[in-house]
Each structure stands twice: as structure tokens, then as C-alpha cells.
Nanobody
Framework: QLELVESGGDSVQPGGSLRLTCIGS???????MGWFRQAPGKEREWVAT???????IYADSVNGRFTASRDNAKNTLLLQMANLKPEDTAIYYC?????????????????WGQGTQVTVSS
């Protein structure tokens, strides 16, 4: 059974950087992969989607600061986060879409990791 495992979450100061990693056998597939996050007291929101060949799209709130990438040979998905802000504080999840297209809707993602906590605070 496919499993996704995230890591790399930490506490950082505003302006800092982090790199999140997601590992799972399903990353080496024809399906798009996504990153989502859920802040305390808020609904989970879409962050980024990356297609099979590495094309990525981003939410406006992170565009220009976050970079998603994938290494299908290593079954690895990465999210490089720079210039972090307090509003980026959340649990971050990776997920595998059930489609080849660049899904953004949570309902289109079928397999989820357990999440990793990112805290941005001075």
C-alpha cells in the first residue's frame, strides 16, 4: 500500500528557510503530487502541485518564495521554502493526486502523508 512520509518541519524565524521532504513509492508515477497546509483553526489549503515532469504551480500566497520539485528515481518530493513568514505556520502535507492533470482541489488527491509541522516565529 502506498504511503507518503513527510519530514523537515522545524521552527524558524521570519525570513528563514526550510526544505520539506516527502518520500513514497507513489511519487514515481504518472500522477501529479501536491503540497497542502493547515494552520491552527483553519481549513487545509492548497500550496503547490507538481506534475510528473516537474512543472509546478503555486498558490499566490507562496509564489516566488516556495519551490516544489520531485525526483521520481528516488521517490522523493521536495518543497523548498524561503523568506518564511509567520502566516506560513502550519502542518504541511504531501499528497498524490488521482489524476495526471495539475490538480488543486483537495478532493482530487487520494493519498496523504501524516504531515510535518512548520512554525515561523520570532
Amino acid at each position: 500500500q502506498l504511503e507518503l512520509v513527510e519530514s523537515g518541519g522545524d521552527s524558524v524565524q521570519p525570513g528563514g528557510s526550510l526544505r520539506l521532504t516527502c518520500i513514497g513509492s507513489g511519487i514515481n508515477s504518472d500522477y501529479a503530487m501536491g503540497w497542502f497546509r493547515q494552520a491552527p483553526g483553519k481549513e487545509r489549503e492548497w500550496v503547490a502541485t507538481i506534475g510528473k515532469f516537474g512543472t509546478a504551480i503555486y498558490a499566490d500566497s507562496v509564489n516566488g518564495r516556495f519551490t516544489a520539485s520531485r525526483d521520481n528515481a528516488k521517490n522523493t518530493l521536495l518543497l523548498q521554502m524561503a523568506n518564511l513568514k509567520p502566516e506560513d505556520t502550519a502542518i504541511y502535507y504531501c499528497a498524490r493526486s488521482g489524476y495526471q492533470g495539475m490538480s488543486r482541489s483537495e478532493s482530487e488527491f487520494r493519498v496523504w502523508g501524516q504531515g510535518t509541522q512548520v512554525t515561523v516565529s520570532s
